[in-house]
């Protein structure tokens, strides 16, 4: 079993990445098993592997999630960074903390040390509302180039 540190956890987060085509406007999802999914695959600038991956459920569009994963090289394995998760309950186990809504799913040394998922550890947030906003905010959190940034008008110009 591989262990990320929470240092490394948090560098491949902030990670510069850029967005792929298609994720800052999700229009349909492809359903499965009364889910739309989608997935994204994203290289990162120190060349690490980033899957982005969408899911709603067709019947409640609150309950979704975006999750940023982190592909461990070598292995066929997606480590979870972080997951925005819609409305529903949500138990911190270590902490014993409960509470209804939308939550951001962090992973974390210590949950990984507990033999729990790694992104089990999660706090609630008022920063999203939909799987849209869910997108920005995980966009804006974890290293995404704005695509305002990437455009020739934004760059600065070399000397």
Known sequence: MIVLTDERIKELIAETKSVPDGLSSVRTM????????????????????????????????LDFSVILGYQLPGLNTVFRLRRYNGKHHHTNVI???????????TATERYQAAGLRPDAFATQTDRYWSL?????????DCGF???????????PRST
């Open 95 to 105: 902490e014993a903390q409960r509470f209804y809504g939308f939550h951001i799913h």
């Open 132 to 140: 849209e906003s869910a997108i920005q905010c995980m966009l804006s």
């Open 30 to 61: 492809p359903e499965r098993n009364g889910h739309g999914r989608k997935e994204y695959e994203v290289t990162g600038e120190s060349e690490n592997k980033f899957i982005v991956k969408l899911r709603q459920l067709c019947a409640n569009p």
């Open 145 to 155: 180039l704005s695509p305002m940034n990437e455009s020739p008008l934004f760059k």
